[in-house]
């Protein structure tokens, strides 16, 4: 079942950011898309089946941003 979530992230600011996440939650096993928005703050992230928010995270951790958590 494939699983679509957007979720907040703290610190983008520009088209580097958004490259840096995109290519750090796109490594991630069973990730389809990755579309990520400095200017409103957020990530999409595609996926096979749902994905922990723990993965996620240490993801963008990994990008030198922070998740805030699942946009409203």
């Not at 907040?8 to 958004?18: L, P």
Request: negative net charge.
């Amino acid at each position: 079942m494939s699983s679509t979530i957007t979720y907040t992230v703290s610190g983008m600011s520009c088209g580097h950011c958004e490259k840096a996440i995109s290519e750090e939650l796109s490594a991630l096993a069973g990730v389809t898309e990755v579309a990520a928005d400095a200017q409103a703050g957020t990530v999409t992230v595609s996926s096979e089946a749902p994905l922990a928010e723990e993965q996620v995270r240490a993801a963008i951790d990994e990008a030198g941003y922070e998740l805030v958590g699942p946009a409203a």
